[in-house]
């Protein structure tokens, strides 16, 4: 399957050096560029991306915002959102991840990142293995929100799939928790699949957020 995707940067520059590399890939197609989140939303709406690659700052809308839109808008189809950002930890970014987005991505990253990021959202997945993405995580559960989901919200899940919440929380692959549950794989893609309809997410992005906010997982644990 050929993965469309858009990228959104205010720097030309950015969006030719990164459309350049992901239009090398074989199975990589760069749908087309904006140069700000109102672009953005348009964009998406004309192209139908599989992902967007979506910068945070931007003028006359940014890309939390952008994020928002696009992914409330009408329909059943939806793009995955890889955020871009020149900060580690960046106020945005964690209102990104309640909008949303299935990733982080340092614009400094190597090459091999930016095209490995495209894969693994457009497969569903949540873009979780960078150490930068569980400091974010981490740090995000520490600051206090007044909306946040109570524990008592997680009980719908049964005991393996609570059990296959703390391991996603912990940033584990599919694979890394068949294997320290001794389950297959198929097995632990059907748990996931459960968790994220029982508890209305999107992604394991957001999966990872839940069991932090309830308390499931504690930031360092």
């Known amino acids: 399957m050929t993965i469309r995707v858009l990228i959104v940067d205010d720097q030309a520059m950015v969006r030719e050096g990164f459309g ?5 890939q074989d199975d ?45 808008a009408p329909g059943d189809r939806h793009p995955r959102v890889v955020m871009l950002t020149t900060f580690d930890l960046d106020d945005y970014v964690y209102e990104a991840l309640r909008a949303g987005a299935s990733g982080f991505l340092l614009k400094d990253a190597p090459a091999a ?3 490995h990021a495209v894969r693994v959202v457009a497969a569903g997945d949540a873009l979780l293995a960078p150490s930068i993405t569980r ?3 981490a740090d995000f559960a ?27 929380a912990a940033g584990r692959s ?20 459960r968790i994220l309809t029982k508890l209305d997410l999107r992604d394991r992005a957001q999966a990872v957020v839940i069991a932090y906010e309830t308390g499931l997982v504690q930031p360092g644990g």
């Open 135 to 137: 400091t974010l995580i």
């Open 174 to 193: 599919n694979g890394e928790i068949a294997e320290l549950l001794v389950l297959a794989e198929q097995t632990v893609k059907t748990h996931v699949g």
């Open 142 to 168: 520490r600051r206090p929100q007044q909306d946040r989901p109570r524990p008592e919200r997680l009980r719908v899940l049964t005991p393996r799939e609570t059990e296959v919440l703390k391991l996603i």
């Open 28 to 72: 990589i197609d760069v749908a087309g560029s904006a140069a700000n989140g109102a672009e953005a939303v348009d964009a998406v709406w004309r192209k139908q991306p599989d992902v967007v690659l979506m910068d945070v700052r931007m003028p006359v809308l940014d890309g939390l915002e952008a994020t928002r839109r696009i992914l409330k």
């Open 113 to 115: 990142d930016l095209v």
């Open 20 to 24: 350049a590399l992901l239009a090398a």
